[in-house]
């Protein structure tokens, strides 16, 4: 793997994602929220791997929610069929975005439609790699995220999507999930949903 051009990949990516109006606070930081995303990605995944992690799917983990704010839920019905047009959508704005920071650095055509192939999901369970990736954002989300989520939500609801988190992940994925700390709270929702 060429280091150096995964780091400028890896710059580019960030730097878009810097422009992110949207804040978070990280460590008493404002920190723009995907630019944080990105970088959370990058380093669960590299827990998770036995080794190094390919180019194209280190790449892919980085640039998972590229520019997100530009295409909100909000311009979509807010029914099933809205959202799930909006996420079709947003996975072929993430591939092209990427695919077009990539040629920036001369990257070959077979990589960039790797990664692209990678960011919109495709073959779940059957590709290794969309697999790791998939499970990588769900992880990202319930060690990052889904304590906050749960608060906002009704049991219903979380216990809804928890399942479904689970039903996406491979069976290392939801081992791994089982080592992460939970409050009390959020173990207890968590049982249910696996119960």
């Not at 479904?164 to 491979?170: A, E, I, P």
């Not at 994925?173 to 009390?184: C, D, E, Q």
């Given at each position: 793997?060429?280091?150096?051009?995964?780091?400028?990949?890896?710059?580019?990516?960030?730097?878009?994602?810097?422009?992110?109006?949207?804040?978070?606070?990280?460590?008493?930081?404002?920190?723009?929220?995907?630019?944080?995303?990105?970088?959370?990605?990058?380093?669960?995944?590299?827990?998770?791997?036995?080794?190094?992690?390919?180019?194209?799917?280190?790449?892919?983990?980085?640039?998972?929610?590229?520019?997100?704010?530009?295409?909100?839920?909000?311009?979509?019905?807010?029914?099933?069929?809205?959202?799930?047009?909006?996420?079709?959508?947003?996975?072929?704005?993430?591939?092209?975005?990427?695919?077009?920071?990539?040629?920036?650095?001369?990257?070959?055509?077979?990589?960039?439609?790797?990664?692209?192939?990678?960011?919109?999901?495709?073959?779940?369970?059957?590709?290794?790699?969309?697999?790791?990736?998939?499970?990588?954002?769900?992880?990202?989300?319930?060690?990052?995220?889904?304590?906050?989520?749960?608060?906002?939500?009704?049991?219903?609801?979380?216990?809804?999507?928890l399942q479904?988190?689970?039903?996406?992940?491979?069976e290392k994925?939801?081992?791994?999930?089982?080592?992460?700390?939970?409050?009390?709270a959020a173990?207890?929702?968590?049982?249910?949903?696996?119960?």
């Open positions: 793997m060429n280091n150096t051009r995964l780091e400028s990949i890896f710059l580019l990516i960030d730097q878009s994602n810097a422009e992110d109006p949207n804040l978070e606070n990280e460590d008493g930081k404002s920190v723009p929220k995907e630019l944080l995303y990105g970088q959370r990605m990058t380093k669960m995944l590299e827990g998770y791997v036995d080794g190094q992690p390919s180019e194209p799917l280190a790449i892919a983990a980085r640039a998972q929610h590229i520019c997100r704010w530009e295409i909100p839920r909000e311009k979509y019905p807010m029914d099933r069929t809205g959202y799930l047009k909006w996420r079709t959508d947003l996975k072929k704005f993430h591939a092209d975005k990427t695919s077009s920071l990539m040629q920036q650095l001369d990257y070959d055509a077979r990589t960039i439609e790797r990664v692209s192939f990678l960011l919109q999901k495709k073959q779940l369970k059957r590709d290794s790699g969309t697999q790791i990736l998939e499970d990588i954002v769900c992880l990202v989300f319930l060690k990052y995220y889904f304590e906050d989520f749960s608060k906002k939500h009704n049991d219903e609801k979380i216990i809804d999507i479904k988190t689970w039903r996406k992940m491979s994925g939801k081992k791994h999930a089982l080592t992460l700390k939970f409050s009390p173990s207890d929702l968590i049982k249910k949903a696996l119960a």
